[in-house]
């Protein structure tokens, strides 16, 4: 009711002992028996594992595709809805006197680095390719792939899967626990996000369940992200000279380098986690984000500037005009060559970005409520949704415009487009430059890479031990961070090397979809919950935590 304080208090029950000290049991030991058992699966089994998850996968793709889109779209219209109302907007991300702990620079670049950075060094140049040739308006017969008429289809739809619905996914679980956590004192932990709806019945079972999902989730959303950075991460070091053992006759990761790569990565992670959010990680964010302008800024001078602004203008016009209609449309397989051609191409493009999406939605959006504290609901959706987005459509048409453009002139040949996903960009630097020149930026691409790689995962184990321990943000507990480290790495590992990255996307489509279910959930209950804090201010009512 708005006329009496909403609930403050969802005792979680901890371990006040031994080797699970301040971590729920109940939700700790069951997340690492389900991700233990995929890792056992996938390595003692390789086939049975790659044959069931593909038969998951071709099931929920096509019985579940019309959910992953309408839910997607309802993500966006909570966070803008409640962004845009007066009474609303203004209500802060915790108590009255709260101000921000980060600076806007290192909140954004802790944001950005954790939410995106990954994909956007494989992505931006992979993806706008690749709808540069063959995309919904090619499959309908409105535009001929691989020519200049369809360059602006390719950055619809690049815009679609990066911009204000990816951001929504995260934003909207930033926004849930943030506000209920800082507002009314509830752990920092994803069942918190659904108090308006089940209220102190979410301190029993029922709230465990909410948390493992989100963990296996974080796991293999994180594991999907981490799959694509690996892979480039090797074709980075065999670009600067680290040996033809890290490649195969196909030019994709060997089991070798796979396993070296990870201990890298996981290594470096594994003790930047160890030092917590205020050090390590803020720290590794800020260089992440100096070498991503640093390379934005190289392929502004020595990219192709002018061909990049005037697809960013008239990509964002596109995309803005069309997004109500792209949000809601899904297309069937109906038995006609295009038909058929349609929702394949969304099954296998759209879809699977919503999952990836909302299977990484419990960690970065943790993360962002833990960085977000003291901040409006105005200006937390505008921070988290429209400025990333618009940085992401930057990256995608400054750099992936480069390579569109020495593609359609000519001077690239087939070297762009002809290389994998995982090596475009350093293909598109040998066409740049010299050889030397050319050494020196994939050097730096693989730095900024593995910046990216480590920030990305170590926050997943950070984030993942907050909802085992039921919302306790400290990095305590340093043998479960070092389990998770190795865990996470095992499973990007096993799945590599079963699959490859197809093995990596199905588990993590099988993943999400609980998980959507949950963030649907939490999409009520922060309407819910917002709008009758509201009433409750509005009445006299307080709606915010109080030691008094």
């Known amino acids: ?37 995929l890792i056992i699966w996938a390595v003692a089994f390789p086939e049975n594992a790659a044959s069931v998850l593909t038969s998951m996968n071709s099931f929920l793709l096509a019985n579940f595709a019309t959910w992953y889109i309408w839910v997607v779209a309802f993500f966006i219209l909570v ?36 939410g995106i950075g990954i994909g956007m060094l494989t992505f931006a140049t992979a993806e706008p390719m690749y709808h540069f040739a063959n995309n919904p308006e090619v499959i309908q017969g409105l535009a001929e792939g691989s020519t200049e008429g369809n360059v602006r289809y390719a950055y619809k739809w690049s815009f679609l899967h990066w911009g204000f619905s990816a951001w929504a996914c995260y934003a909207l679980v930033g926004l849930s626990l943030g506000y209920f956590s800082y507002r009314r004192n509830l752990p920092l932990t994803i069942r918190s996000g659904l108090s308006p709806l089940f209220g102190a019945r979410l301190s029993g079972p029922l709230g465990h369940v909410i948390d493992i999902v989100a963990v296996v989730a974080t796991v293999l959303g ?15 070091l065999h670009r600067i000279g680290f040996g033809d053992w ?75 005009v069309a997004l109500p209609s792209l949000l809601f449309t899904v297309w069937r397989a109906d038995g006609t060559e295009t038909g058929d051609a349609l929702a394949s191409w969304q099954g296998g493009w759209s879809v699977f970005y919503w999952a990836w999406w909302i299977a990484f939605a419990p960690f970065v959006g943790v993360f962002l409520a833990r960085i977000s504290r003291g901040r409006t609901v105005r200006e ?81 184990v950070l984030i993942v031990n907050t909802i085992n321990s039921g919302g306790d943000e ?18 990007v590992g096993a799945l590599l090397v ?51």
């Open 1 to 37: 009711m708005s006329n009496e304080p909403p609930l403050m208090e969802l005792p979680i029950k901890t371990a006040d002992g031994g080797f699970y000290d301040g971590f729920s049991k109940d939700v700790t030991i069951t997340a690492k028996v389900l991700i233990g058992a």
């Open 79 to 114: 966070c803008v809805v409640l962004a845009i109302i007066p009474s609303t907007g203004k209500l802060r991300m915790g108590m009255a006197d709260d101000t921000p702990e980060f600076s806007s620079f290192s909140w954004f670049s802790m944001m950005f680095g954790a």
């Open 222 to 236: 994180v594991a999907q992200t981490l799959g694509f950075g690996v892979e480039q991460f090797v074709a980075g």
């Open 246 to 320: 890290l490649l195969d006759a196909e030019g994709k990761a060997t089991t070798t380098a796979i396993v070296v790569a990870l201990v890298v990565i996981m290594g470096a992670s594994t003790l930047s986690a160890l030092s917590g959010v205020g050090k390590g990680i803020k720290w590794l964010s800020n260089i992440n984000m100096g070498l991503s302008f640093f390379l934005l800024a190289f392929f502004l001078i020595f990219g192709s500037a002018a061909f990049g602004i005037q697809a960013l203008f008239v990509g964002l016009f596109d995309y803005i």
């Open 380 to 460: 937390y959706v505008l921070g988290a949704i429209v400025i990333p987005s618009l940085m992401c459509f930057v990256w995608f048409t400054i750099v992936g415009g480069t390579a569109i453009n020495l593609t359609l002139n000519g001077t690239a040949g087939d070297a762009i487009s002809g290389a994998g996903q995982q090596a475009q960009l350093f293909a598109m630097l040998d066409v740049i430059l010299s050889s030397g020149f050319a050494w020196v930026m994939a050097v730096l691409v693989v730095i900024l890479l593995l910046t990216y790689l480590v920030t990305s995962a170590d926050s997943a």
């Open 474 to 491: 400290g990095p305590k507990g340093r043998p479960h961070i070092i389990f998770w480290g190795v865990a996470l790495a095992m499973v």
């Open 498 to 548: 079963i699959g490859g990255l197809g093995a990596i996307q199905t588990a993590m489509v099988i993943g999400a979809l609980p998980f959507s279910l949950v963030m649907a959930l939490m999409g009520i209950a922060l309407i819910k919950g917002i709008l009758r804090d509201s009433k409750r201010e509005a009445n006299g009512v307080t709606s915010v935590y109080s030691e008094d």
